[in-house]
């Protein structure tokens, strides 16, 4: 066997910037993500450096491993420096694609524009609910309506036993503990999108703006999506919000769609997309969505989490420019979503999404 030479890279957030490098190989070669693909095409070669979204870290893990099946010699380094950073480094041409959970919109239009000298390819690769995690000793298969929600992590509710939540678990008693909330405190598009959802949910209730920062000042802050599982697991009667494959040996709140109280799910959050509609700011290689935040149909989870992925339409280099296409093209392909789901548990794109951002990446020149 050829050695394995396409690989992950974790770049460490000490103050040495050390590089990690994990190999991604002969454990995954037989999964589905391995060689009876037809979507990664003829081996291409080369390297390729991205960076953005840690919720986008297990499945990017996997599409390595998957397309490292077809084109061993080519090498993709990923830095789960979180959505804001990576959207930051794409437009000042540092990385040659990003991973984001937020879409690039207002004045990072133009500056994506600028960096690719002309239009970008915007597209969503990974679907995922974004779980309300919890530690709360004795207390399991909690309910949350999104107002109670909102008013927790604004800090109007400051004690588990608080009426409110108390209405929203009939029969379960609650402790008098105080809630420690517990957000990213780094650029992040999970924030995003869980600000959105707030916002789009129980807007008397979550005034504030919504952006990638964490707008509430008092909490606990950890950096990445692993620090905020870990510091909510380090706590007792903590409460925060993770991508939901990140979120195992936790509680994990039921939150209140229409009349029902819904759990995430994968199921839901493709479910979600389906509801929703594309914004075309971008542009016409642009596949964003505005996710239906006020959904009332208990199938869907509207606290869910579309992660894209972001690169030029063109390239100087011609050689990169058939690898960041290659690539592509494994990670939204059937192939490349079954991997995703395997190693993350993310709900794989429709066959109708399929065929709507085809054509975007398959442009890349």
Do not use: H
Not at 52 to 65: E, F, H, I, L, R
Not at 181 to 208: I, P
Request: net charge neutral; hydrophobic share 40%; proline share 4%.
């Amino acid at each position: 066997m050829r050695p394995t030479r396409a690989r992950i890279a974790a770049v460490g957030l000490a103050a040495t910037g050390a590089l990690v490098l994990a190999g991604c190989g002969a454990a995954n070669e037989g999964s589905s993500a391995g060689g009876s693909s037809t979507a990664a095409g003829p081996a291409v070669t080369g390297t390729i450096s991205g960076a953005g979204a840690s919720t986008q870290q297990a499945a990017t893990q996997a599409w390595v491993a998957g397309f490292q099946a077809t084109s061993p010699d080519a090498v993709i380094n990923y830095d789960p420096s979180g959505s804001g950073a990576g959207r930051t480094q794409f437009e000042a041409s540092g990385v040659d694609f990003a991973g984001s959970d937020a879409y690039i919109k207002g004045d990072e239009i133009k500056k994506a524009q600028d960096r690719c000298g002309g239009e970008y390819v915007e597209i969503p690769v990974y679907v995922s609910p974004i779980a309300v995690v919890y530690n709360l000793q004795g207390v399991t298969d909690l309910q949350l309506s999104p107002s109670t929600l909102a008013k927790v992590f604004a800090k109007k509710i400051t004690t588990w036993n608080d009426p409110a939540i108390a209405a929203d678990n009939p029969g379960k008693t609650l402790p008098s503990t105080a809630i420690t909330t517990v957000n990213r405190s780094d650029k992040s598009g999970t924030t995003q999108n869980f600000a959105d959802y707030l916002k789009g949910a129980a807007a008397a209730d979550w005034t504030f703006d919504v952006s990638d920062t964490w707008p509430v000042q008092g909490g606990e802050a950890a950096q990445g999506t692993s620090g905020l599982v870990g510091a909510v697991k380090a706590g007792q009667g903590t409460i925060g919000y993770a991508d939901e494959s990140q979120a195992q040996g936790l509680g994990q709140a039921k939150i209140k769609v229409g009349d029902t109280f819904v759990a995430p799910s994968p199921a839901g959050a493709a479910k979600l997309l389906e509801a929703s509609q594309r914004v075309t700011d971008g542009g016409a290689k642009s596949f964003a969505y505005k996710l239906k935040r006020d959904s009332t149909d208990a199938s869907t989870y509207p606290a869910s989490l579309v992660s894209y992925a972001i690169a030029c339409s063109k390239y100087s280099d011609a050689k990169k420019s058939a690898l960041v296409k290659a690539y592509l093209s494994y990670v939204i392909s059937a192939d490349g979503q079954a991997a995703a789901q395997k190693a993350a548990g993310s709900a794989p794109l429709s066959d109708a999404v399929r065929q709507l951002i085809t054509p975007a990446v398959s442009s890349i020149a």
